[in-house]
């Protein structure tokens, strides 16, 4: 079982920007991704990385946020730029495709003006 937290996330305003954590217990030597959950909606991807650092972007957020990793320090980030209030949400990071038992408790963002 891969352990999994998150952090970063907080209150900002709409056009700000945030950079999330996803911090791993062990290396992971996989995909990882980034998720998110807004009130009463189902969990969607955000973002995705490749091992070797190849990312990938849902069209909602393509052109401002980036994925990244280090895998030395077993963590992968999310860059996120001009946020907007449809940000809203519960971020969370998992291996790609998800495990069930990876999940975290996620880092809350708001975005609002």
């Known amino acids: 079982q891969v352990q999994l937290v998150e952090s970063g996330g907080g209150l900002v305003q709409p056009g700000g920007s945030l950079r999330l954590s996803c911090a791993a217990s062990t290396n992971i030597f996989l995909n990882v991704a980034w998720y998110r959950r807004a009130p009463e909606k189902q969990r969607d991807l955000v973002a995705w990385i490749t091992l070797y650092g190849v990312p990938s972007y849902s069209d909602s957020v393509k052109g401002r946020f980036t994925i990244s990793r280090d895998n030395a320090k077993n963590t992968v980030y999310l860059q996120m730029n001009n946020l907007r209030p449809e940000d809203t949400a519960t971020y969370y990071c998992?291996?790609?495709?998800?495990?069930?038992?990876?999940w975290g408790q996620g880092t809350q963002v708001t975005v609002s003006s």
């Open positions: 998992n291996i790609y495709p998800p495990s069930r038992n990876s």
